[in-house]
């Protein structure tokens, strides 16, 4: 874990279990996300702040790498061949990228309706409305929603490619720390993973810090954890000369 | 893996194309058609997206068809979902296996990653698809590209989380065949990747294949 100083924490909050939002982070900032009270589930969209069509791209990010889950060393590809963040240090040791959101279909069959007329802001919310939601106050809507990352959840597939969800696989005080490379809009949603197989609807809450990390030099371990990698920085670093 | 072959004969398509290495294909598919690709060299990976023809805000969602059916790999039985959660197609026929659909389609600059710098200058798929919704007078550009099916490639994922390319496992003569559940607008990139191990460095004709409903 790094070391934040008064000097170099930009702000710090915690988005409570259901909430969405969005911001941006830029190039040379930090983000770490910590799972609170253990079984968090951050499903989180990336985009390219001055050209938004440009966004996380998960098949680029996955075979650039040959990689089917993110953790320290991997970093989140754009659809141009640029990196987004890189993931620069993880107590969770995996992230899932293969299983979407929630949306509301899938949370009322899972967990019965409660609205906001019976609920008011305990009503269950869902990721892909969420996402709508933090992307319609940036002029973005269904055609900009594409496969996203979910932090602090574990899927694996077995030899016969049948899906598994790993339950408690993040515990209390997990984090991961995100390097942003370019100025990214961060949209994210803290409602519970898809698969999760839990019968109540208990989102939990992700706490937030952002600092001043600086740029990735020459011996950056992301950069250099693979060779493609070394050629996504340089695409990268060729938007900021 | 399940091999499943169709009892549709090609003498009674009502429509036939040979698709050439590095063409793109938009067609509809109404609701009822049967659609097959066929393979007919082997190894050759067919990048295809679907969209709802009367709104192509919705369209396959790779990430939302995996996470129902808890299998990473598509095939027979799979019903390819859309975003809003409604089955665009069912697979009704597969002679190869599996297929994959977290590969993604190559393009200019994925290749200047995955490979070198100077690979960006080669034809590749999403230079297809941009030029296929760039003639069509659609309304659909960049923003509607999302992650696609390679038909006849094989994918791997290993339990520690590894993707790899692995050797194919179609050849000559194999297809896959699906049946339109709602009316489909595909878009076709058959791929021209020259730096892939998996297609022998050999790019190769695809046939397309629909029946109508009431034909066969």
Redesign the interface.
């Known amino acids: 874990m790094h070391q934040l100083s008064r000097q170099n924490q930009l702000w710090e909050e915690t988005i409570p279990g259901a909430a969405h939002w969005s911001f941006q982070m830029r190039r040379g900032s930090a983000l770490r996300l910590t799972d609170i009270e253990g079984g968090a589930n951050l499903s989180v969209l990336f985009y390219n702040m001055e050209e938004k069509?440009e966004r996380y791209?998960?098949?680029?990010t996955?075979?650039?790498?040959?990689?089917?889950?993110l953790t320290k060393g991997f970093v989140c590809?754009s659809?141009?061949?640029?990196v987004l963040a890189s993931v620069i240090e993880d107590s969770c040791g995996?992230h899932d990228t293969?299983?979407?959101?929630s949306?509301a279909?899938?949370v009322e069959a899972k967990y019965g309706k409660a609205d906001y007329q019976q609920q008011r802001n305990a009503m269950h919310r869902n990721a892909r409305d969420s996402m709508l939601i933090e992307l319609g106050k940036w002029g973005m809507?269904?055609?900009?929603?594409?496969?996203?990352v979910n932090f602090f959840s574990k899927v694996?597939?077995?030899?016969?490619?049948?899906?598994h969800y790993q339950p408690g696989h993040s515990k209390a005080g997990a984090y991961v720390e995100l390097r942003f490379e370019m100025n990214v809009l961060v949209v994210l949603s803290a409602c519970q993973h898809?698969?999760d197989p839990a019968t109540q609807y208990s989102p939990k809450p992700v706490h937030l810090q952002a600092w001043h990390c600086g740029t990735a030099d020459a011996d950056d371990y992301c950069r250099n954890f693979r060779s493609?990698n070394v050629?996504?920085f340089?695409?990268t670093e060729l938007l900021f000369r | 893996m399940a091999i499943v072959e169709s009892n549709l004969n090609m003498q009674h398509a009502s429509y036939d194309l040979v698709l050439p290495a590095g063409e793109s294909w938009l067609h509809e598919v109404k609701r009822g058609q049967f659609f097959r690709i066929l393979d007919l060299e082997g190894n050759q990976a067919v990048d295809t997206l679907f969209y709802n023809a009367h709104n192509a805000e919705e369209r396959y969602s790779a990430v939302d068809t995996i996470r129902e059916q808890a299998n990473l790999y598509l095939t027979v039985g799979t019903r390819l979902l859309s975003t809003e959660g409604n089955v665009l197609m069912t697979i009704t026929a597969d002679t190869c296996g599996r297929h994959d659909t977290l590969g993604g389609a190559c393009a200019a600059e994925s290749n200047s990653v995955r490979y070198t710098g100077d690979k960006k200058f080669m034809h590749s798929c999403r230079d297809s698809f941009l030029h296929a919704l760039g003639h069509c007078d659609c309304g659909m550009d960049k923003r509607d590209l999302t992650a696609n099916v390679n038909f006849f490639m094989n994918v791997p994922v290993t339990p520690a989380g590894e993707l790899t390319f692995a050797d194919g496992i179609s050849g000559a003569g194999k297809y896959v065949e699906m049946r339109a559940e709602v009316d489909v607008n595909v878009l076709i990139s058959n791929c021209p990747q020259l730096n892939n191990p998996c297609n022998a460095y050999n790019p190769t004709p695809v046939r397309l294949l629909i029946w109508d409903a009431v034909n066969h």
């Open positions: 069509l791209n998960m098949p680029d996955l075979k650039a790498q040959h990689t089917a889950h590809y659809d141009m061949g640029r995996w293969l299983c979407g959101m949306n279909a899938l809507g269904k055609r900009d929603i594409v496969p996203n694996s597939a077995d030899e016969a490619g049948g899906l898809p698969l493609e050629r996504g340089y695409n």
